[in-house]
Nanobody
Framework: QVQLVESGGGLVQPGGSLRLSCAAS????????MGWYRQAPGKQRELVAT???????NYADAVKGRFTIARGNVKNTVYLHMKSLNPDDTAEYYC??????????WGQGTQVTVSS
């Protein structure tokens, strides 16, 4: 089992920046990929960015050039640096970890609201 705890969400004005953090615990050595997904009201959950243990990153087209995913110095952390935020980025953001058996684990979510 892997447990995930997110932090760093909040209210930000359009054009602003935020950094989300995710800390994993439990069987962290089984983790193959970590990432961020988001879900806006009335919409399906969608991929934002993922990163592998070899630091290969993948981004949704909607966030390329604005968001950066990075692993922390500690093996069990991942960050999402978000800049040039716009109202379309408003959503609940979820940390995800996928282990070597392709089992997904999810955090409880952190709300990001972009509004003036």
């Amino acid at each position: 089992q892997v447990q995930l705890v997110e932090s760093g969400g909040g209210l930000v004005q359009p054009g602003g920046s935020l950094r989300l953090s995710c800390a994993a615990s439990g069987n962290i050595f089984s983790i193959n990929t970590m990432g961020w997904y988001r879900q806006a009201p009335g919409k399906q959950r969608e991929l934002v960015a993922t990163i592998t243990t070899s630091d290969s990153a993948n981004y949704a087209d909607a966030v390329k050039g604005r968001f950066t995913i990075a692993r922390g110095n500690v093996k069990n952390t991942v960050y999402l640096h978000m800049k040039s935020l716009n109202p379309d980025d408003t959503a609940e953001y979820y940390c995800n970890a996928r282990n070597i058996w392709s089992v997904d684990f999810w955090g409880q979510g952190t709300q990001v609201t972009v509004s003036s």
